[in-house]
């Protein structure tokens, strides 16, 4: 079977398919990737560009996630990533996406939720398509208790569609199966509307990132890693800064702070501009984080409670997610001082129904089977449509 990728140029998009991507190949199987070049092959691990499995889709360039604006918040910026950056992105991929079916010719693609190019192809040409979501709160169907945004959506994805010449469908959603790397015992169960289509396979890991680190600065005190991902380091300065000064009055923790700026200054905090987060979590007693979904799961995947400070997007839903399921504590992003951070870290190291939970969830991660189960959902999806053209031309 041949299953062509096709993603945004984002690192926390294309991460959990690297490891669905691996458990294709070793079963066999095919795998190519479409998305905006040079970033798509260095998400992907390629050695340059112009890899042959790899099928260019438009300029990586101008959709760098750092030139996102950093101050916007809710519907603000809701409607800054819709107008500014998906649609956009979109019509510059489908070219390139369409192309790279005719040259591959996949039995199935496996879009991203945000690369609307590939749904739009799969729907233009018939071609089976699964979504991957790499996060779950869509799946929760956030807007429908707000009919204005809903509909606001709607009405981007028709002209969307209109376009390109495809006629109906939620570009968002396969109607043939939708992948999700979590659980129900984190995210809840989905809408009514997604049920019989969704999928939660858990956490999909990929090879860690090499970083230098200085693991002899390590001294067996409880650690504690702060991290806020890799979009607009500058935005996070402050609540960083907050953290080690939290930190550094804590002196029972050995604090890891991730400061991609290099501006911060700490007497008995550990700093880093990158950090093997991987190995580093597993060594981890408790995380502070922006609540992006990879480092939420990667945390809970080692059974590791969270302080969850959301800075935009769908952080603070999977902030709630962590809340709910008694993982973790929430902090305001742009109000918590290092008073605040210090209690969070307290109250989440102290209280044992924290840890518990954490560890609850990675059972269920266990359990779900990771990229191997959504490999094994991705290869039936395209035997049961080959099966369903065979038996139309006989």
Not at 180 to 207: D, H, I, N, Q, S
Not at 221 to 245: H, K, Q, S, Y
Request: glycine letters at 8%; hydrophobic letters at 45%; charged letters at 20%.
């Amino acid at each position: 079977m041949r299953f062509l990728l096709v993603v945004p140029p984002l690192v926390g998009h294309v991460a959990p398919l690297r490891g669905v991507a691996a458990a294709l190949t070793a079963d066999g199987h095919e795998v190519a990737w479409c998305g905006p070049e040079p970033m798509t092959t260095t998400l992907i691990g390629g050695a340059q560009t112009g890899d042959p499995s790899v099928f260019a889709a438009g300029d990586s360039e101008a959709f760098a996630v750092e030139k996102r604006p950093t101050g916007l918040r809710g519907f603000a910026a809701l409607r800054q990533l819709w107008t500014n950056y998906l649609l956009p992105l979109a019509d510059e991929m489908i070219s390139g996406v369409d192309a790279a079916v005719s040259a591959f010719e996949p039995d199935v693609l496996v879009v991203d939720q945000q690369a609307f190019a590939g749904a739009l192809v799969a729907m233009r040409r018939d071609v089976p398509w699964a979504t991957s979501a790499s996060t779950s709160t869509e799946l929760a169907d956030p807007f429908a208790a707000m009919p204005k945004i809903a509909s606001w959506i709607d009405g981007l994805q028709y002209e969307l569609r209109a376009r390109h010449d495809v006629v109906g469908g939620d570009l968002r959603f396969s109607p043939h199966l939708v992948l999700t790397y979590t659980t129900t015992e984190l995210a809840g169960e989905p809408a009514p509307r997604f049920k019989g289509t969704v999928r939660y396979v858990g956490p999909a890991p990929v090879p860690p990132a090499t970083a230098a680190f200085p693991w002899h600065l390590l001294d067996g005190r409880p650690l504690v890693l702060v991290t806020l991902g890799t979009a607009n380091p500058e935005l996070g300065t402050p609540f960083l800064a907050g953290c080690v000064e939290a930190l550094e009055h804590l002196p029972h923790l050995q604090g890891v702070v991730v400061d991609p700026t290099g501006e911060l200054v700490a007497d008995h905090v550990v700093l880093a501009r990158r950090v093997p987060q991987v190995e580093l979590l597993r060594k981890a007693a408790a995380v502070v984080c922006h609540g992006g979904h990879n480092t939420v799961c990667e945390a809970l995947r080692d059974g590791v409670p969270l302080i969850v400070a959301p800075i935009r997007d769908d952080q603070s839903m999977l902030a709630e997610q962590v809340v709910a399921a008694g993982a973790g504590v929430r902090l305001r992003f742009d109000r918590a001082d290092p008073l605040d951070i210090r209690h969070a870290i307290d109250a989440v190291l102290t209280s044992p129904a924290y840890a518990a939970s954490a560890e609850r969830i990675r059972a269920s991660f266990d359990v779900a089977g990771g990229a191997t189960a959504a490999a094994q959902h991705l290869i039936a999806l395209a035997t049961a449509t080959a099966r369903h053209h065979a038996g139309r031309t006989t």
